[in-house]
């Protein structure tokens, strides 16, 4: 979410002239804006149901200001399922973003059966315009 000087402006630019375009009906725009590994894959219920994940499949954010690890964590679920955490170390910009009221939608990016609970499920952060 964090830009260079200046690009902030030529982005919004380029998307209104973008959005201008666009028919009346058309469909909300979601916009990538971080893509995350899971935290905590191994702890938590994304391990369990592995099977039954999908790439594309939606996710929700959770904000959990009262988290005693974390006052910025971001759990993220599946079907209501508890599958991690945004990383720590990533997390700061979506909080913010999450405690203004920003629209913000998730899925799952990716899916590996790599051996490193870190690289097994990515999680892509999307904002709605």
């Known amino acids: 979410m964090r830009a260079r000087p200046g690009s902030a402006l030529l982005a919004g630019t380029a998307l209104a002239g973008l959005l201008g375009a666009l028919p009346a009906d058309a469909q909300h725009i979601r916009v ?65 973003e999450m405690d203004q009221g920003t629209p913000l939608s998730a899925r799952i990016g990716r899916l590996s059966d790599d051996p ?4 097994r499920l990515r999680v892509d952060v999307l904002v709605g315009l």
């Not at 904000?63 to 508890?82: C, K, Y």
């Open 116 to 119: 490193n609970p870190w690289k």
């Open 32 to 96: 990538l804006v971080q893509r995350s590994p899971l935290a905590g894959f191994q702890y938590h219920g994304a391990a369990i149901h592995w099977d039954a994940l999908r790439e594309g499949d939606p996710l929700k954010l959770v904000r959990e200001p009262d988290n005693p690890h974390d006052p910025r964590a971001v759990r993220v679920e599946w079907r209501g399922i508890m599958l991690g955490y945004l990383p720590r170390a990533e997390n700061r910009e979506v909080a913010r």
